[in-house]
Structures are given as C-alpha cells and as structure tokens.
T-cell receptor
Framework: AQKVTQAQTESSVVEKEDVTLDCVYETRDTTYYLFWYKQPPSGELVFLIRRNSFDEQNEISGRYSWNFQKSTSSFNFTITASQVVDSAVYFCALRPGTYKYIFGTGTRLKVLA | KAGVTQTPRYLIKTRGQQVTLSCSPISGHRSVSWYQQTPGQGLQFLFEYFSETQRNKGNFPGRFSGRQFSNSRSEMNVSTLELGDSALYLC????????????FGPGTRLTVL
C-alpha cells in the first residue's frame, strides 16, 4: 500500500518556539520522492522541499529543517523560532516510482503571537 | 518566470450545470495534474496529463474529465454538477511527468448551489 500519514491534525505554538510536524509514509518502491508543501489561507500550495529515497541527508533552509529516516519511514519537518507567518496547513506528499502523488491529510499549524 | 495560473478563481454554479476550469502551466512544463480539495476528503488526485495524454487517473466518476492541449494548457470539465462537487480545484505543473516537483496554482473555488 502507498500511504502518507500526518498524525497531527493541528498544532499550536507560541511565537519563537520550535515545532516539529510529523510525516510517516508507506511504499514498497525502492525509488520514491518525498515532498513538503505549505498552504497558507490564500489556498495555493507552496513547494518547500523534495527528497529522493537515496538521499537521507538532512536539510536545513533558514528556519526550516527536515529529517529523513528510511529506517522509520519518516520525513519530519521542523520550524525553528516559529513566526506568525508560518501559520498554515502543511502537507507531506509521496511520489512512489511513476505513480501519482499521494498527499497526507495535512497539519494545521497555528503560531500565536 | 510566471507561475501556474488558473481561471476562473471563483465560480458559482447550480446543480445539474456543467463547468470548465482552465490551467496554464509554468512555461516549459509539459505535465499538468488536477486535484480536488475539500474539508472532508482532503487533497484528492483527479488526473495527470503529459504531452496531451492522460497518464494517471484518480477515483472519480466519469462526470470529471480533462484534456491537455499542444501548448500544455489544460482544462477540466465537470458535468451534471452535484452539491458535493463544491471544492477548491488545484492544478499543478511539472517539467516532465515522472520525477519532477509539482508547482501549484492558486486554485479555482467552485461552489455548487
């Protein structure tokens, strides 16, 4: 089965706190791609990062970092020193092989001032 | 480079009518995918086109159809609208069909009365 699970439906943090959004995936393919997208209230999904299954190196981009662990089939996303503008719904997605994208149900992040 | 554009942005229709939504991909992108997003079902894949051919199709009734033109622009059509078709319809484009990142447009919000 191909599946993406984002167990956290919502997460609330106070500004400047760190927050981690969890993503667990299932696939039998050895070649696959993982993504994170941000959906602000305007509705457009904004691409954040892409990882392929052969690259387990963690990535940091400014206040954003991603931890990819094949052993636990997880691809977690951490925002350091969160800001109110980070409030959005965040989606994790999997593309196994040449199959269609599979999105998780999303985590709504609220950053309180 | 201009992003993905979708027209119209908002649409109100009544049950039984049909609707056509349009998507213009990023210049040079040849693959277009369509998604339906509702609060209850989340992001659901409709179909994917590459070089005017449908490559993947989601689990939607035949009332939902699409096509892609030689300039990579795509349209999706929903016939005999039902109340449950009210949703945000998102279009995404990627350079090629398989491994490239999808970039999303702002969506068309369809309301069926």
């Amino acid at each position: 089965a191909q599946k993406v699970t984002q167990a956290q439906t919502e997460s609330s943090v106070v500004e400047k706190e760190d927050v981690t959004l969890d993503c667990v995936y299932e696939t039998r393919d050895t070649t696959y791609y993982l993504f994170w997208y941000k959906q602000p209230p305007s509705g457009e999904l904004v691409f954040l990062i892409r990882r392929n299954s052969f690259d387990e190196q963690n990535e940091i981009s400014g206040r954003y970092s991603w931890n990819f662990q094949k052993s636990t089939s997880s691809f977690n996303f951490t925002i350091t020193a969160s800001q109110v503008v980070d409030s959005a719904v965040y989606f994790c997605a999997l593309r196994p092989g040449t199959y269609k994208y599979i999105f998780g149900t999303g985590t709504r992040l609220k950053v309180l001032a | 480079k201009a992003g993905v554009t979708q027209t119209p942005r908002y649409l109100i229709k009544t049950r039984g009518q049909q609707v056509t939504l349009s998507c213009s991909p990023i210049s040079g992108h040849r693959s277009v995918s369509w998604y339906q997003q509702t609060p209850g079902q989340g992001l659901q894949f409709l179909f994917e086109y590459f070089s005017e051919t449908q490559r993947n199709k989601g689990n939607f009734p035949g009332r939902f159809s699409g096509r892609q033109f030689s300039n990579s622009r795509s349209e999706m059509n929903v016939s005999t609208l039902e109340l449950g078709d009210s949703a945000l319809y998102l279009c995404a484009s990627s350079a090629t069909a398989f491994t490239d990142t999808q970039y999303f447009g702002p969506g068309t919000r369809l309301t069926v009365l």
